[in-house]
């Protein structure tokens, strides 16, 4: 017995899978998304904060919101960065290739901004405030990845 | 719920959460593991407080959060204090059901040990009855270097 | 103990698969019916505690999926992992601390979205016990073995339970499993796990309870007659099982005894009126009978065939149908106390107890009730 | 029992290290417990309730409460999990304070743990977002930081060379501090010659990964002052939370931590935080938060974090001294973090720092950030509060 080994126990192939329900204002937004390429964000009636994504309440006013608007699709880079380092996605198990570049979009007519990649061909194009476009993945299925990245427009 | 969603068809999203673990043992459950990996033996450690017999070892006691503890060897034979028998395959099960679990008191040990109990026909399992451990050379420095239990005649 | 009582509760239907609801809808739910139960608005709640679990709820920090459904943007909140009846008693001393009138308290889970044998099979240590395979119903089945072995309560006697709350459960509308059954069903059901039938089981529920806890002298702006809190206590035992007399619940009599100490209650055998135990298996409600001292050691079994658990017997208990009839899991114990609140108030319909003043309710955390909170509420101050 | 004031009297912390391959995770735990109650001159016997936190996904073990209690002591007493990600250790401070005042208990251990070796900390961090709307193009916890970083320099022109001279200021801090991981100095030209992890965000920059546990105890009043001769009373608590997707933040200001810390000084009168507070320990996971955040907290006027910074305020023997241990950049055992920055306050406000002390500190603040924009404050003094 060695007593400088140390021992290591593995979870090994061990995980948890998860049917998440996605909600009723979600639903619209990925089903828009995915079958006419629109964005539907949510208005609160109070304070009129146009959300995205859309969510059922209002933080700031605590009361429920059905005003449903169309956002985008274009928009502009709220904030940014590129990123340089790799990790692995904990949701497929593969490290993404880097560097890419991840970004927050203001969607014209959207109160909040919506985290997405951002595509770098040219690095020097990204800044904040630059105008953005989507680019759609060709097979939709209903998810945010139903978007491929964000591009510079301008 | 208002009309802008009375129609929407409600969606689910299929994921996973899928982190890779490695638990360091540490040097108590380590030399633990490791003992019954290269010697077949179950060690507990003795409270030189309470002088109850731990197993499997704790760096410090459970009862009296000391940690004056001395090793020692317990036997690989012992009493079932409680059991259970799975009969639906459960996800967490390893192995095909039905499967015996049971806290096994070794001569020796003050407190039980979880495992399980094979090659025997479930309904003559009892508390009170006799079990002795089996050890199993491919299954490194972890619990499973003692592969189940057996009734001991 | 008379410094706080709960002045408003409110709780979503108990359901097997809310697909329609995440976390925010089931908490928006809740929450708005404790508010309206109070007659109170989101700004007449102080701070808010929300409870949740991060494996249960497949992500790290759940609690933030539920911060603004439950008012809590521009609130202080803290949120509890593990029972709701350990976040109501945050909630409670964040007001006896004198730091806010009034607690607003959330616990919710859907079961539905994950396999709980897997979740329940990271609660085991990884390094002593992981890989052996077991679950919360494994780990249970052992218990229950070794409660019935020393107590000598027979299969029929659990499955007694499970035709009682399951009855019970009829009167219950928010209730999962309503069903009348008879114990040679509950006998005749599929053997999960040696000794327990698929009737001694809870099932796998979706469901969210929200509670507004307040200070004595804020209980006055509340709709309804408060329901005082004159007892809390918690206790945890040893983890690894093999530590413990698994067919006993040391922390749970340690924790009632406090509890009663504290509201005054010498004989709770007598003195209790209703109670709402934590029966996510049927053995478990005659174990913890015992263990609080609600019936004598070894009775619990004999007592329930004689009727005296029954809606209509001295000591009702899971009047409401209990978890056996719908079983969110950290939500579990919010609800039993705020069924307790409902009996308390007269308000439980067909399950409504003769006039009961003094209740208790009991939440449990961990494997193999390892450990518990225990509730003392009383309609009077 | 009654609503009492609440005060530190003692504090351990574990050597924290990037592993500790000789411990699993109860044994980490009891190490910080065990120097806790030696330097109160308590036993276990004496404790009357254990608050502890951690993130699950970190360790992948579900009721880490009932788990931990042969490392915690917690075998037979009232233990209670509190968990809100990054603020974890600050938001189990805040509960020890309510469980104490609330008069049920009158001696409370805190504790906070992680052991971030035992995951992949990027793919464990990611599970705390959004399944639906963060998770899938969520970059890490960097990668938000970053954005925020980027937004403020775009607002108010700052560099990285003014991050930069934060993350100087700790390491060296952390020179001192002989539980700390991450113990070099470094330049200027050192942090912005390192690795660009995220752009404007260097290796050099953000903190490691560690393992690590602290533990606090918290007594009541009529104790408090038996158990030492410098209690460390709790004066306020305040905290805020405005998460709900990633892309609602107000990118470049932490609107949370300015509301939390305007409650705080609300409570305890403070009309000047620069002046009237003697040091502050900063839950700063990177170092431009060490120029944003004390804007937020009304330490200097906005955009003129960075000039405070240069000015030497927040050193060692500045006006203000920011996170003498060395901070979170020097390590961060993420559930012990936030639990670490109060007890280090409470080291300075009970004289007990050692070669980290900040001479004669009568009010002392305590913050937690997590990675959702949460923000918890703890104030800290030295005398009893008179509110």
Redesign the interface.
């Known amino acids: 017995m060695s007593d400088t080994e140390h021992v290591i126990i593995e979870s090994g192939a061990a995980r948890q899978p998860f049917n998440y329900a996605v909600g009723l204002h979600g639903s619209r937004f990925l089903q828009e998304l995915r079958d006419h390429r629109r964005f539907m964000a949510v208005k609160c009636p109070r304070c009129a904060k146009v959300y995205i994504p859309p969510r059922r309440v209002c933080g700031a006013c605590f009361v429920e919101m059905d005003e449903f608007v169309e956002v985008g699709p274009q928009g502009t880079i709220g904030t940014f960065t590129i990123l340089r380092y790799a990790f692995i996605d904990p949701e497929t198990g593969v490290q993404k290739p880097v560097p890419y570049g991840y970004g927050f979009i203001r969607l014209d007519g959207a109160d909040t901004l919506f985290q997405h990649y951002i595509d770098i061909q040219d690095e020097s194009r990204v800044k904040i405030g630059a105008r953005v476009e989507p680019v759609f993945a060709d097979e939709r299925k209903g998810t945010v990845k139903d978007i491929r990245c964000f591009r510079i427009i301008d | 719920m208002n009309n802008s969603l009375k129609h929407i068809e409600p969606m689910v999203h299929h994921s996973q959460i899928n982190v890779p673990y490695t638990w360091w043992a540490g040097d108590t459950a380590g030399r633990f593991l490791k003992t019954l990996r290269d010697e077949q033996t179950i060690m507990g450690t003795r409270c030189n407080h309470c002088a109850r017999v731990t197993v499997p070892p704790r760096k410090t006691c459970p009862t009296c959060f000391t940690e004056n503890q001395t090793w020692t060897a317990v036997s690989d034979q012992g009493t079932v204090v409680a059991f259970s028998v799975a009969r639906r395959q459960l996800a967490a099960l390893v192995k095909k059901v039905p499967v015996i679990f049971a806290l096994i008191r070794l001569d020796g040990a003050d407190t039980a040990l979880l495992h399980t109990i094979s090659q025997v026909d479930p309904a003559e399992v009892t508390i009170g009855m006799r079990v002795r451990a089996c050890f199993s050379k491919d299954a490194g420095a972890t619990i499973m270097a003692i592969s189940h239990f057996v009734p001991t005649n | 103990m008379d410094s706080a009582a709960i002045v408003g509760v409110g709780m979503t239907a108990i359901e097997k698969n809310k697909i329609r609801d995440g976390f925010a809808d089931m908490v928006w739910e809740a929450v708005n019916l404790a508010l309206d139960d109070a007659g109170m608005t989101i700004d007449d709640i102080d701070n808010v505690v929300t409870t949740s679990n991060d494996f249960w709820d497949g992500r790290t920090i759940s609690c933030m999926a539920v911060s603004d459904a439950s008012g809590a943007r521009e609130k202080n909140v803290s949120c509890v992992e593990g029972d709701g009846t350990f976040g109501a008693f945050y909630g409670l001393t964040r007001i006896l601390s004198g730091s806010y009138g009034t607690t607003l308290v959330t616990a919710h889970s859907k079961g539905s979205e994950s396999v709980s044998s897997l979740i329940t099979n990271a609660a085991f240590d990884p390094i002593y016990q992981r890989a052996i395979g077991m679950d919360m119903v494994s780990a249970c089945a052992m218990q229950a073995n070794a409660y019935m072995h020393r107590s000598r309560t027979t299969p029929e006697q659990l499955a007694r339970v499970s035709v009682k709350n399951h009855g019970n459960a009829r009167h219950n509308p928010k209730a999962q499993l309503p069903m009348a059954i008879t114990v040679e069903e509950v006998l005749a059901s599929e053997m999960i796990c040696d000794p327990l039938h698929k009737l001694d089981c809870s099932p796998v529920s979706d469901g969210c309870c929200a509670m507004i806890i307040a200070a004595k002298d804020r209980v006055g702006t509340a709709a309804k007659p408060p329901v005082w809190i004159k007892g809390a206590a918690f206790c945890a035992d040893a983890f690894h099982l093999g530590d413990r007399d698994l067919s006993r619940a040391a922390a749970l009599t340690r924790a009632a005894k406090k509890a009663f100490d504290m509201a005054g209650i010498t004989d709770p055998a007598t003195q209790v009126h209703v109670a709402e135990l934590y029966d996510a298996f049927t053995y478990q409600e005659l174990m913890w009978l015992e263990a609080m001292g609600l019936c004598a050691d070894n009775q619990a079994g004999h007592l329930l065939e004689a009727g005296v658990f029954d809606i209509d017997g001295t000591l009702p208990v899971n009047a409401s149908g209990g978890l056996l009839s719908g079983h969110p899991v950290i939500a579990a114990g919010l609800i039993r106390m705020a069924e307790v609140v409902r009996q308390l108030r007269g308000e439980a319909g067909g399950a409504q107890a003769k006039d009961p003043t003094v209740g208790v309710a009991q939440g449990v955390n961990g494997l193999c009730g390892q450990s518990h909170c225990v509730w003392v509420l009383s309609a009077e101050s | 029992?009654g609503?009492q004031r609440v005060a530190i009297v003692g504090t351990g912390q574990t050597f924290h290290k990037s592993?500790?391959?000789?411990?699993?995770g109860?044994?980490l735990i009891?190490e910080a417990v065990g120097r806790a109650l030696v330097d109160a001159d308590l036993?276990?016997r004496d404790i009357d309730a254990i608050v502890i936190?951690n993130?699950?996904?970190?360790?992948?073990?579900?009721?880490v409460?009932?788990?931990?209690?042969?490392?915690s002591?917690?075998?037979?007493?009232?233990?209670?999990?509190?968990?809100?990600?990054g603020t974890t250790g600050s938001?189990l401070a805040?509960?020890g304070?309510?469980?104490v005042?609330?008069?049920?208990f009158d001696r409370v251990l805190v504790i906070g743990w992680e052991?971030n070796?035992?995951?992949?900390t990027?793919?464990?961090?990611?599970?705390?977002?959004?399944?639906?709307?963060?998770?899938?193009?969520?970059?890490?916890a960097?990668?938000g930081l970053?954005?925020?970083a980027?937004?403020y320099m775009?607002r108010y022109s700052a560099t990285d060379r003014d991050g930069a001279r934060v993350s100087v200021r700790d390491r060296k801090h952390a020179c001192n501090n002989p539980y700390t991981q991450l113990r070099k100095e470094v330049t200027v030209d050192e942090v912005l010659a390192s690795?660009?992890?995220?752009?404007?965000?260097h290796l050099l920059d953000v903190c490691p990964r560690s393992d690590g546990a602290c533990a606090v105890i918290m007594a009541g009043e009529h104790i408090a002052e038996k158990i030492t001769a410098t209690p460390d009373w709790i004066w306020a608590?305040?905290?805020?939370?405005?998460?709900?997707?990633?892309?609602?933040?107000n990118?470049?200001r932490l609107d949370s931590l300015a509301?939390a810390s305007r409650?705080i000084y609300a409570k305890a009168g403070i009309r000047e935080p620069a002046k009237e507070i003697g040091v502050i320990e900063l839950y700063q996971p990177y170092s431009f938060a060490g120029i944003m955040w004390i804007e937020d907290l009304g330490l200097t006027g906005y955009g003129q974090g960075a000039e405070f910074v240069w000015s030497g305020a927040t050193d060692m023997d500045g006006e203000i001294p920011i996170n003498p241990s060395g901070g979170v950049i020097a390590c961060n055992p993420i559930g012990a973090t936030g639990l670490i920055r109060c007890a280090e306050a409470a080291l300075q406000i009970m004289g007990k720092a050692e070669g980290h002390q900040v001479p004669d500190v009568d009010l002392a603040l305590s913050t937690g950030f997590?990675g959702?924009f949460w923000s918890d404050i703890l104030l800290h003094g030295r005398r009893k509060p008179d509110f």
Not at chain 4, 19 to 24: I, T
Not at chain 4, 55 to 63: A, K, L, S, V
Not at chain 4, 65 to 71: A, E, I, N, Q, R
Request: hydrophobic residues 35%; proline residues 5%.
């Open positions: 029992m609503k592993h500790r391959p000789d411990v699993n109860q044994e009891n036993t276990i936190g993130m699950d996904h970190f360790e992948g073990i579900n009721y409460d009932c788990w931990s209690v042969d490392g002591g917690g075998f037979m007493k009232p233990v209670i999990k509190l968990t809100t990600g938001t805040i509960g304070y309510h469980m005042a609330s008069g049920l052991k070796s035992e995951s992949d990027t793919g464990a961090i990611t599970t705390a977002f959004d399944p639906v709307w963060d998770r899938l193009v969520f970059a890490g960097i990668s970053a954005a925020e980027q937004a775009a690795p660009m992890l995220a752009d404007p965000i608590t305040a905290n805020r939370h405005t998460y709900t997707y990633l892309g609602d933040a990118f470049g509301a409650e997590g959702c």
